[in-house]
């Protein structure tokens, strides 16, 4: 029983941090199809509502994803003990926790920390893979 709950926990973690991800990839394909989607009146209503939705609740997705990280991590160590590939798939998800609340609290902050926290985000996807492999 600890180990489906440990499992859907690390589920949860994915799509958490899957949503936020989303964050960028809706900004892009608005950026770059807006304008052709506007040709479509309700679609393009129902896809800005989306974007919305998604841009709204990006801290929000963030902020689950490191409790469900706590939980999920909780669960497996008491099963399974320490593991060195989670581990390090944690304290990239920790750093790219700390770099969104730096973002959010300093303005002015260039064009630079918005490139490393989108490259730790492909980090991050990286190390999950090798985690759950």
Not at 102 to 108: D, R, V
Request: aromatic share 14%.
């Amino acid at each position: 029983m600890q180990q489906e709950i440990g499992a859907l926990f690390g589920s949860l973690i994915v799509l958490f941090y899957i949503l936020t991800v989303l964050n960028f990839l809706v900004k892009w394909i608005n950026k770059k199809y807006g304008p052709s989607m506007k040709a479509n009146e309700k679609g393009y209503a129902r896809y800005k509502r989306f974007m919305r939705f998604i841009i709204k609740n990006h801290k929000l997705f963030g902020l689950l994803t490191i409790v469900f990280l706590l939980v999920h991590f909780f669960i497996q160590f008491n099963i399974y003990g320490l593991s060195i590939t989670g581990l390090v798939a944690a304290g990239i998800l920790i750093l790219q926790i700390l770099l969104g609340i730096y973002g959010a609290k300093t303005k002015n902050k260039g064009k630079t920390w918005l490139t490393i926290h989108r490259s730790i985000a492909v980090l991050l996807f990286v190390a999950i893979l090798i985690h759950t492999i």
